[in-house]
């Protein structure tokens, strides 16, 4: 028997093209582009702020340097998209799909990531201040130097995560899972929250911490 025939649908590769053509020659910011499929766009530096992009397929697309700001990612798949030095501020990324994502330089201030599951995602030096990150799953997470002021962590999953030099001012840090999670030299930890971290789980690199305002219940 001979080998079956592949057929590809031309006029949807056609649309697509098209498409990518038109966002990188003028930009998409604030159209309806929900559901769309950009699966391994090169769509670097487009200005896609504000758009819609909720359900879309951007799995493995090149979004480096690409303006996502107040965008809506909800339900998007971002598998194994490149991030990197995107400017993602403000933008609705809950329940979206960010395995092996590339957020290296991405600027994350104010972005709804509740829920979202980035566990063991590098995210060290990223801002992530402001950001709802409630529920968030960031075991194993990489959070060296980010900037986390303000951000709310309420029941995320901080276990193992790595927090070195990380900005904790002003976060609420009652009701997580800090088993194993790796503190040290935090701006907003004081030794009162030190020593409770300790008894949770946490470890800490540095002796003393930080006396500044993060606040856990007694």
């Known amino acids: 028997?001979?080998?079956?025939?592949?057929?590809?649908?031309?006029?949807?590769?056609?649309?697509?093209?098209?498409?990518?053509?038109?966002?990188?020659?003028?930009?998409?910011?604030?159209?309806?582009?929900?559901?769309?499929?950009?699966?391994?766009?090169?769509?670097?530096?487009?200005?896609?702020?504000?758009?819609?992009?909720?359900?879309?397929?951007?799995?493995?697309?090149n979004l480096?340097?690409?303006n996502l700001s107040g965008t809506n990612l909800s339900s998007a798949d971002l598998i194994d998209a490149?991030?990197?030095?995107?400017?993602?501020?403000?933008?609705?990324?809950?329940?979206?799909?960010?395995?092996?994502?590339?957020?290296?330089?991405?600027?994350?201030?104010?972005?709804?990531?509740?829920g979202v599951n980035l566990s063991g995602v590098n995210l060290s030096g990223v801002n992530l201040s402001g950001a709802n990150l409630s529920g968030t799953n960031l075991s194993d997470a990489n959070l060296s130097g980010a900037d986390l002021f303000l951000a709310d962590l309420s029941r995320a999953n901080l276990s193992s995560a790595y927090l070195?030099?990380?900005?904790?001012?002003?976060?609420?840090?009652?009701?997580q899972n800090v088993q194993n999670t790796r503190f040290g030299n935090n701006q907003g930890i004081s030794e009162s929250i030190k020593r409770k971290l300790i008894q949770k789980g946490a470890i800490f690199e540095d002796s003393p911490g930080d006396r500044s305002d993060i606040l856990l219940p007694h």
């Open 64 to 66: 480096s340097s690409t």
């Open 82 to 114: 490149d991030l990197s030095d995107a400017d993602l501020s403000n933008a609705d990324l809950s329940g979206a799909d960010l395995s092996g994502v590339n957020l290296s330089g991405v600027n994350l201030s104010g972005v709804n990531l509740s």
């Open 164 to 175: 070195v030099d990380a900005n904790l001012s002003g976060i609420n840090l009652s009701g």
């Open 1 to 61: 028997m001979g080998t079956p025939v592949e057929y590809v649908n031309l006029t949807e590769l056609d649309e697509k093209s098209c498409l990518i053509r038109d966002i990188l020659q003028n930009g998409a910011s604030s159209q309806n582009l929900s559901g769309v499929n950009l699966s391994s766009a090169n769509l670097f530096l487009a200005d896609l702020s504000s758009a819609d992009l909720s359900g879309a397929d951007l799995s493995n697309a």
